[in-house]
């Protein structure tokens, strides 16, 4: 499997969408969601905060 059709499987099965938590360490998921948007799928990003630090990440949400 192809890591976009393993994004595309996880946002479709996902109820609360997905982060880059959910991947590997150095997944591009960003990248990833990128080329699904190109291919017309709409996804909307909520920036979340970190729960172990200070920082931000986002979770992508697939809009059926």
Do not use: Q
């Given at each position: 499997m192809t890591n976009?059709?393993?994004?595309?499987?996880?946002?479709?099965?996902?109820?609360?969408?997905?982060?880059?938590w959910d991947f590997p360490p150095g997944f591009a998921l960003a990248a990833r969601i990128k080329n699904l948007r190109d291919e017309g799928h709409k996804i909307?990003?909520?920036?979340?905060?970190?729960?172990?630090?200070?920082g931000n990440h986002a979770r992508y949400v697939l809009i059926k």
């Amino acid at each position: 499997m192809t890591n976009l059709k393993r994004v595309k499987a996880k946002l479709k099965e996902s109820k609360n969408g997905i982060t880059v938590w959910d991947f590997p360490p150095g997944f591009a998921l960003a990248a990833r969601i990128k080329n699904l948007r190109d291919e017309g799928h709409k996804i909307i990003s909520e920036i979340e905060k970190n729960t172990n630090n200070n920082g931000n990440h986002a979770r992508y949400v697939l809009i059926k």
